[in-house]
């Protein structure tokens, strides 16, 4: 699919990727790998960049969902994803606690991203938005797997695991990204 032909829901989807991409580098290599050598506070980027990542993937639904929602609705959600977001990158700066992050990821799933392309699907059937509520579900057990530290292996263990259905949600976000545009 060309640039030109993107819809905004799929431009929008689009920088969730690449930023969720940059939080993963980030995270990985400066909040993991370097972490022995600097404080604490340097988990901060990887954190907040995968904030504004699912906030941008929270706005994407919305802008998917705008002509099957009343205006007054999408304008209170649009302006309420921008005040959540500030609200939760605020107490984790305060607080150094992945714990927000994690509260972030789980509004954004259960009260934005689900409902949405629930109401959309049942609205017009189409597709895209089960393959969105699909990733949902994988990022759900994700969670759970990482919360609950189920580990086939001691050398595959629970964060693998949990990284491994995190791809495969990734993924079925972009197989049903890709036909919003028929919706």
């Given at each position: 699919?060309?640039?030109?032909?993107r819809?905004h829901?799929?431009?929008?989807?689009?920088i969730y990727?690449?930023?969720?991409g940059?939080?993963?580098?980030?995270?990985?290599?400066?909040?993991h790998?370097?972490?022995?050598?600097?404080?604490?506070?340097?988990?901060?980027?990887g954190?907040i960049?995968?904030?504004?990542s699912?906030?941008?993937?929270?706005?994407?639904?919305?802008?998917?969902?705008?002509p099957w929602?009343?205006?007054?609705?999408?304008?209170?959600f649009?302006?309420?994803?921008?005040?959540?977001?500030?609200?939760?990158?605020?107490?984790?700066m305060?607080f150094?606690?992945?714990?927000?992050?994690?509260?972030?990821?789980l509004?954004?799933?259960?009260?934005?991203i689900a409902?949405?392309?629930?109401?959309v699907?049942?609205?017009?059937?189409?597709?895209?938005?089960?393959?969105?509520?699909?990733?949902?579900a994988?990022?759900?057990?994700?969670?759970?797997?990482?919360?609950?530290?189920?580990s086939?292996?001691?050398?595959?263990?629970?964060?693998d695991?949990?990284?491994?259905v995190?791809?495969?949600?990734?993924?079925?976000?972009?197989?049903?990204?890709?036909n919003?545009?028929?919706?």
């Open positions: 699919m060309t640039k030109s032909k819809t829901a799929q431009n929008l989807t689009l990727l690449i930023s969720m940059i939080s993963t580098a980030i995270g990985g290599i400066v909040g790998g370097l972490i022995h050598y600097i404080s604490f506070a340097w988990k901060l980027p954190w960049a995968g904030m504004i699912v906030a941008t993937l929270e706005r994407a639904s919305i802008v998917h969902a705008k929602l009343h205006p007054k609705v999408s304008t209170f649009s302006i309420f994803n921008i005040i959540e977001l500030i609200f939760f990158i605020i107490a984790s305060v150094l606690d992945f714990l927000f992050v994690e509260f972030h990821f509004y954004g799933l259960l009260v934005i409902p949405f392309h629930a109401y699907f049942f609205k017009n059937r189409h597709k895209s938005s089960l393959w969105l509520l699909a990733s949902v994988l990022s759900l057990i994700a969670g759970l797997i990482f919360q609950m530290k189920i086939p292996h001691i050398w595959f263990n629970h964060n695991l949990s990284h491994v995190i791809g495969l949600a990734i993924l079925c976000i972009y197989q049903g990204t890709k919003f545009s028929s919706s």
